[in-house]
């Protein structure tokens, strides 16, 4: 063996184990990401499927959209402060603001109210155009 292997393994016993926590504390400070789930429901109870669900904060931007349940899920975020914006045509948007804890899941639900702005009467019309043809090669 080489001298700086002996000279290693000569170390009392309590400094031995202190030299081998210092290298480990990395892994003992890791942070645990946890998980922000919610269903989406209207005034009514109905649940919402296709609701856009975005995620911003501690430097994370993502988004989702609800399932046929209306429920959302995002994993693996890590701890922070966060606001979940829904958005839903017809719908009025709300935002709300989560703080999420090291390994903590939290569950996070919307009520979307109908919004008077976006609803309203289409009305289409058309009318008929003659157009006449003129062929420059006649058969």
Do not use: W
């Amino acid at each position: 063996m080489s001298k700086s292997i002996h000279s290693f393994c000569k170390l009392p016993p309590l400094l031995l184990c202190a030299v081998l926590l210092l290298f480990n504390i990395p892994a003992l400070a890791e942070v645990k990401p946890g998980t922000i789930t919610g269903t989406i429901t209207t005034a009514d109870g109905q649940t919402v499927p296709g609701v856009t669900v975005s995620l911003k904060g501690n430097g994370i931007s993502a988004g989702t959209v609800t399932s046929e349940s209306g429920r959302f899920t995002f994993n693996k975020v890590k701890p922070g402060s966060y606001t979940i914006k829904v958005t839903f045509v017809g719908l009025a948007s709300e935002e709300k603001a989560v703080e999420l804890a090291d390994g903590q899941r939290v569950t996070v639900n919307f009520m979307l109210r109908e919004n008077a702005n976006q609803i309203g009467e289409v009305l289409i019309s058309g009318r008929k155009q003659k157009y006449k043809i003129d062929d420059p090669h006649p058969a």
